[in-house]
């Protein structure tokens, strides 16, 4: 299959307590969770009883889903923070989800276009993420659509990712 054209694709934002969308953004991040990209492991049973419900409760939580013939390919879940350095507010796309039988057709191209979209009329200075240095496809992806490694200084190299589980 070619890539999309944008007609092809509907984009909508999620609205967390709409079943069919809710059912939607939980089965693909399943999918992501279960592929070796997202970990290799699946939503537990908790996570899928309390993420809809948690990201409701956000605020500055929005999800978009990618549709093609009413059949859900793509998402994005992002949180709306604050870039200190700039003191405005900035996009970070926490999880893209692409089905693997649409990888490689603009679908995520498509999501980010959306998400930029979003985050210029809510005044936002720049969207971050983060993706898995083995991960080429998205990395690729990315720089396609504009993002670049993050470095305020060339001598001191980019920024990794770091996490400390606290559970």
């Known amino acids: 299959m070619a890539a999309l054209a944008a007609g092809e694709l509907k984009i909508i934002e999620v609205d967390y307590q709409n079943r069919e969308q809710g ?4 089965y693909l991040l ?3 969770a279960s592929d070796p990209m997202g970990g290799g492991t699946p939503l537990s049973a908790a996570v899928r009883d309390k993420l809809l419900p948690a990201l409701a409760a956000m605020p500055h939580a929005f999800s978009l889903l ?3 013939n009413h059949q859900a390919v793509g998402l994005v879940n992002c949180f709306i923070t604050l870039s ?3 003191c405005q507010p900035l996009v970070n796309i926490h999880d893209v989800v692409v089905l693997p039988a ?3 057709k ?3 191209q498509l999501l980010l276009s959306q998400v930029e979209v979003i ?3 809510r005044g936002c200075c720049k969207l971050t993420l983060e993706v898995l240095k083995g ?10 659509f504009g993002f670049s490694e993050y470095i305020l200084d060339a001598a001191m190299g980019s920024a990794d990712f770091w996490e400390k589980p606290l559970s």
């Open 30 to 32: 399943d999918c992501y």
């Open 135 to 144: 991960n080429a496809p998205a990395r690729s992806a990315y720089r396609r």
């Open 106 to 108: 603009g679908v995520s």
């Open 102 to 104: 649409w990888r490689g």
């Open 119 to 121: 985050a210029r009329a």
């Open 23 to 26: 059912a939607a953004l939980l």
């Open 66 to 68: 990618a549709y093609c």
């Open 84 to 86: 200190t350095f700039s």
